[in-house]
């Protein structure tokens, strides 16, 4: 996993572009199943934990790692179904280094199962206008998130 400061930099870096202040920073372990930009498989190089940021405008991001690229699906409006959290996505994020960040406006859904009791499925999908996709899915391992700016 990338260095958390690194991460929060980014998280802190790019909130602008998200529109609001990170208030949770979960991080969470286990298996990249699959990382798709485009035709772009990242899949190999995706890395074994994701982290999941709550804005204090309601908005959420859940970041993905690999190659050296942060990727944040972002969106502010979600709903439970049966159990799941489904989470409305409106930007996709690609950071490449800090001063590298490019948003995308796109239409998709982000499924979360609850990750505090046990394997969750992370399950991300989403459109852009121009007909660019971009896919995600996270299996965690059964341990709980680690809220990182807890006190």
């Known amino acids: 996993m990338r260095p958390i400061a690194t991460i929060a930099a980014f998280a802190i870096?790019?909130?602008?572009?998200?529109?609001?202040?990170?208030?949770n920073m979960f991080t969470m372990e286990g298996a990249c199943e699959k990382l798709m930009l485009g035709d772009d498989d990242l899949s190999p190089s995706c890395?074994?934990?994701?982290?999941?940021?709550?804005?204090?405008d309601g908005r959420v991001g859940l970041y993905a790692f690999s190659g050296g690229q942060i990727l944040a699906f972002s969106g502010v409006n979600d709903e439970v179904i049966s159990g799941e959290i489904h989470q409305d996505l409106d930007k996709v994020i690609i950071g490449k280094s800090q001063t590298?960040?490019?948003?995308?406006?796109?239409?998709?859904?982000?499924?979360?199962?609850?990750?505090?009791?046990g394997i969750a499925r992370f399950e991300c999908d989403a459109i852009a206008e121009n007909g660019a996709t971009f896919s995600l899915v996270f299996i965690t391992d059964g341990t709980p998130p680690v809220d990182r700016m807890a006190d």
């Open 13 to 23: 870096l790019t909130a602008p572009a998200l529109g609001g202040a990170p208030v």
């Open 47 to 56: 890395g074994e934990s994701v982290m999941q940021i709550v804005y204090d």
């Open 100 to 117: 590298d960040v490019r948003e995308t406006r796109v239409e998709g859904t982000c499924l979360y199962e609850n990750p505090f009791i």
